[in-house]
């Protein structure tokens, strides 16, 4: 049956119970494809030719970025290719297309260091200003979970979905399972940071127990992202700081500090939980962007009148 809704739903159970995708890349799969059914003139999959596609393409590079149209074609890409292997269709009409356009650089946006000492700084002296024991408790918390963010360069979802089990404060390590469920440990190496850590959970233990996550509100719910984002929000405010701090913000910084400090790569895309050392390299343009600001700057050439 050649039913493209048919087919997409089959696919996409094909995908959950058999490839065992995690449910946000399935949900972005079926946006993709939903956008992609609503926009083509017919249902039969028989139907859709070479020149079809490539009349959607350049439709999704008039309305997206170009890394959301690249997300786009490879979620066609692979229903399709799913189609060939299934033998619902004789050719796969990708096969007659050559896709190539290069994505524009955009650098990580990351936070001074001395911006973050300022931060964590507030925050530290929020806990010490602090005139009531909920008000002590939420800014420990926060705390700890600023520190964890830029301890280990975790990403927020994957801070707000860790379990109590996933965290090992006697050893000082964090069991994180990142995009496609995949597994990855990591130390923290700062004392102060395990001490705040512990500090927050000798505190929220009956709300962390409620929940069974690590990360919890004084209701005994897990902490959303949408919590976290506020929160820095309002810490900022307190800190008198202009930057528009996120989340992902801490990460960038994470990585970039240590590959400035000379850390080998592969360490950080390690750290990172990167499936491809090709995406832990984007950090590169930004050491290399701030090595030409030390060399305009401080070299000793600038100062010469040879002319």
Known sequence: MNNLQTQIDNYLAYCKYQKRL???????????????????????????????????IAELHKNYKPKTVKRKIASLKAIFHYFEYREIIDRNPFNKLQIRFREPVILP?????????????????????????????????????IELLFATGMRISELCSLKICDVNLYEGTILIYGKGSKERRIQIGNEDVIHILQEYKDIFEVQMQN????????????????????????????AAIELHITPHMFR????????????????????????SINITEIYTHVTMAKQRDILATKHPRKDFRVG
């Open 211 to 238: 929940c069974m996550h690590f990360f919890a509100t004084q209701s005994g719910s897990p902490l959303s992202d949408q919590s976290v984002r506020r929160m820095i929000n309002r810490y900022a405010s307190l």
């Open 22 to 56: 995690d449910e946000k890349t399935i949900k972005a799969y079926r946006i993709d494809l939903r956008q992609f059914q609503m926009q083509i003139p017919f249902d039969n999959i028989s139907q859709i030719t070479p020149a079809l596609l490539e009349n959607f």
């Open 252 to 275: 960038h910084t994470f990585a970039t500090s240590l590959l400035e400090a000379d850390v080998d790569i592969r360490y950080i895309q390690e750290m990172l939980g990167h499936s």
């Open 109 to 145: 946006k990351t936070i001074p260091l001395h911006t973050v000492e300022t931060f964590l700084s507030t925050m530290y002296q929020q806990l010490t200003d602090a005139k009531t024991d909920y008000q002590k408790k939420n800014t420990l918390r926060d705390i700890a979970v």
